[in-house]
């Protein structure tokens, strides 16, 4: 068992930047990636990029290259999810997520769900 709590999100004005934190507990941490996804209103939830506990490996899709940054902090536990250059399209709940799969740095489907901060982008 995994247990997840994201925060960092809120209202920022496009163009600003917006570090998402997501704190993860539970059993053998190191053996799990841990992904971020988003949702936006009446769309489907994307996954945006993961990193490894164990080596910190990372993935960005390349949707979002370049602005957004996957990183995690082994003493806090603590996985980061950087978003700069905010769109207005980026307006959505992101989750973070963890799963025990090699692939899941990839995306797919997770085990373990945080429950989502609200990221507002506006113009």
């Known amino acids: 068992q995994v247990q997840l709590v994201e925060s960092g999100g809120g209202l920022v004005q496009a163009g600003g930047s917006l570090r998402l934190s997501c704190t993860a507990s539970?059993?053998?941490?190191?053996?799990?990636?841990m992904g971020w996804f988003r949702q936006a209103p009446g769309k489907e939830r994307e996954f945006v990029g993961g990193?490894?506990?164990?080596?910190?490996?990372?993935n960005v899709e390349d949707s979002v290259k370049g602005r957004f940054t996957v990183s995690k902090d082994d003493a806090k536990s603590t996985v980061y999810l950087l978003i700069t250059n905010l769109k207005f399209e980026d307006t959505a709940v992101y989750s973070c997520a963890a799963d025990s799969r090699f692939t899941a740095l990839f995306g797919g489907k997770y085990a373990y769900w945080g429950q989502g901060t609200q990221v507002t982008v506006s113009s």
């Open positions: 990193i490894r506990w164990h080596g910190g490996s990372a």
């Open positions: 539970g059993h053998d941490l190191n053996s799990y990636t």
